[in-house]
């Protein structure tokens, strides 16, 4: 960011910004995270890059998943989808719909999630998207099945998803996957099986010092 600075360069400047603010939400703090991505979106604006101010509405959109501003995260999530799809990002079109599809879980729309995340599915399989952005998906559609209380198609898509983070050898989705794989056995009835991925998860989290997948 300093460097960037120093040579007035806008858009290098931006990407700090995004990047500060990722990792700023890692460490369980979004609302500094939003702040630093709006900064990076006021950037890209006045660099008229397209894909980077899409980039930014798409990181605002997840950030919002965690300090319950759904409303403004729903906005930033359709802005980058549509900024996306005039640019012909089909890859990042699929994580946009994802994070739309996550903040429509979170409103209660199970529908709507379900028709986002499986668009995103099938545009990442069509193009070949990695494993560990399956996972991604698989983890939000197990996600979504909990909300249904359909606790047999939950855990076809987490453990689809525990193979893909396998294969990526990938582990800050795991604290989240297996809160998921706990809410699932809660729903057959599997105590014992519920408080041993519970405890997994808060192990992994304390390890990775996710503090807001810890809570």
Request: glycine share 10%.
């Amino acid at each position: 960011m300093r460097s960037a600075q120093k040579l007035h360069e806008a858009t290098a400047l931006a990407r700090a910004y995004n990047l500060l603010g990722h990792i700023s939400r890692l460490r369980g703090n979004s609302t500094e995270a939003i702040g630093y991505f709006e900064q990076a979106l006021d950037l890209y604006k006045q660099a008229g890059h397209v894909r980077g101010e899409a980039t930014t509405h798409n990181l605002i959109a997840y950030a919002c998943l965690y300090t319950g501003q759904l409303r403004y995260g729903e906005q930033h999530g359709r802005l980058a989808r549509d900024m996306f799809d005039k640019v012909g990002d089909v890859y990042n079109r699929a994580f946009a719909d994802n994070n739309l599809g996550e903040i429509l879980l979170k409103r209660g729309d199970l529908d709507g999630a379900l028709t986002a995340y499986r668009e995103a599915l099938r545009a990442l399989e069509h193009i070949g998207g990695s494993s560990y952005v399956l996972g991604a998906l698989h983890n939000n559609l197990g996600a979504t099945y909990i909300r249904r209380g359909d606790f047999a198609a939950a855990r076809e898509h987490l453990r689809a998803a525990q193979d893909y983070f396998e294969q990526a050898q990938a582990r800050d989705f795991l604290p989240e996957m297996h809160c998921h794989l706990a809410a699932a056995a809660l729903l057959a009835g599997e105590l014992s099986a519920a408080e041993e991925q519970s405890r997994q998860a808060v192990k992994l989290a304390r390890e990775m010092e996710m503090r807001g997948e810890e809570g």
